[in-house]
């Protein structure tokens, strides 16, 4: 598979199959979130991979009961560890660590994966459940699993509508 075909095949996946997510396909899929790019090549992400079905349960709620958060074997909290913005006034540690979630994705998707990239939960409910620390910002939720679904590809604009050239 090359990295259009990834592109083009990967799916927000909401069902999953209870069969557990080998170690090693779960730690590919970090690999590559650690050689996503990050500003001034800082790294100052964490991830925490949840799959004890206790601390699931805890991060139902916390993901406001979207039940396959549950489902899926596990789950990556994804985490900024330096607060700041850059020059261009966007906050760093949510462009740093959107990178190396677009990476885990795609990733996840060319080992066989699920995933589906939340907004939806409350950060200081995860914190709470994951003991993270007030300063670390939580900037992504992913249940990672293998699929139980098979979405069907979702509607796109096309490229004329989104790009111009040299100037707005």
Known sequence: MNLMEAIKGRRSIRAYD???VEKE??????????LAPSARNRQKWQFI?????E???KMLDACNNQQFIKQAPAVIVACGKEPGIMSCEQPVETIDVSIAV???ILKAYEEGLGTCWLGNFNKDKVKAVLGIPENVSVVAVTP??????SP????????????????Y
């Not at 396909?25 to 650690?34: F, G, N, T």
């Not at 990672?144 to 679904?149: F, K, Q, S």
């Not at 604009?157 to 790009?163: G, H, K, N, R, W």
């Open 49 to 53: 991979v949840v799959t004890d079905p």
């Open 25 to 34: 396909k779960i730690e590919a899929v970090l690999e590559a979130a650690r």
């Open 152 to 167: 069907d590809a979702r509607p796109r604009v096309s490229l004329d509508e989104i790009v111009s050239w040299d100037k």
């Open 55 to 57: 601390v699931k349960d």
């Open 18 to 20: 209870s069969k557990p």
């Open 144 to 149: 990672l699993g293998y699929p139980a679904e």
């Open 102 to 104: 677009s990476f885990i």
